[in-house]
């Protein structure tokens, strides 16, 4: 079945560095989808890339979805303690034939930011 | 607008018992997903259902997981009999569009 891996599983940073997490899938997606969870908290929907090679910015984060659609990035810059959690991706495929079909996740980045 | 509502948040059992846990999707959302988290590792798809419809099921564990969505509106999911590799946390997710879930608070299952 589809797996998505994602490195690294935790990252230290200090505040006002840069972050990135990677995430990679075994098939070609139709979509990615990127999600943060707060500690004690659900996952919160970011964004969602479509396009081959798409690229999409929120403030700091940048989001990149690769050019054969199996690859995807989230980078994000001079990172402030409000961005800890656990960064997940998650792809969909068109196995199912539903566009609203499930997303399988990645493993998650532990993104700790210290002060 | 109301978010995922999910109920119990907490839920400790022993091993055998059954345990229902409950969620309301937003209202008008057809599209409402069971996900698992186990011991902090990835979140995993469970299944899909489109209305009161089942779509996909493939994720399920085992036939002691028994979902239900009453008139396409809230679901239930049921351990019987539980047993200690369910324990978790559960996450219920609706959607209405192609874009991202709008996940629930979660249920934190704990079977000893």
């Known amino acids: 079945g589809q797996q998505v891996m994602q490195i690294p599983q935790y990252q230290h940073v200090q505040e006002g560095e840069d972050f990135t997490t990677y995430c990679n899938s075994s098939?070609?997606?139709?979509?990615i989808q990127w999600y943060k969870q707060r500690p004690g908290g659900h996952p919160v929907f970011l964004i969602q890339?479509?396009?081959?090679?798409e690229v999409k910015k929120q403030k700091r984060l940048t989001f990149q979805f690769g050019e054969a659609k199996k690859n995807s990035s989230l980078h994000i810059t001079a990172t402030q303690t409000t961005d800890v959690g656990t960064y997940f991706c998650?792809?969909?495929?068109?196995?199912?034939?539903?566009?609203?079909?499930?997303?399988?996740f990645g493993q998650g980045t532990i993104l700790t930011v210290h002060p | 607008e109301a978010g995922v509502t999910q109920f119990p948040s907490h839920s400790v059992i022993e091993k055998g018992q059954t345990v229902t846990l409950r969620c309301d999707p937003i209202s008008g959302h057809d599209n409402l997903y069971w996900y698992r988290r186990v011991m902090g590792k990835e979140i995993k798809f469970l299944l899909h259902f489109v209305k009161e419809s089942k779509q996909d099921e493939s994720g399920m564990p085992n036939n002691r997981f028994l979902a239900e969505r009453t008139g396409g509106t809230y679901s239930t999911l049921k351990v019987q009999p539980a047993e200690l590799e369910d324990s978790g946390v559960y996450f219920c997710?609706?959607?209405?569009?192609?874009?991202?879930?709008?996940f629930g608070s979660g249920t934190r299952l704990t079977v000893v």
């Open positions: 998650a792809g969909r495929d068109n196995a199912g034939g539903t566009s609203y079909g499930k997303l399988t």
């Open positions: 890339l479509v396009k081959s090679g």
């Open positions: 997710a609706s959607s209405l569009t192609r874009d991202g879930y709008t």
């Open positions: 098939t070609t997606l139709s979509n």
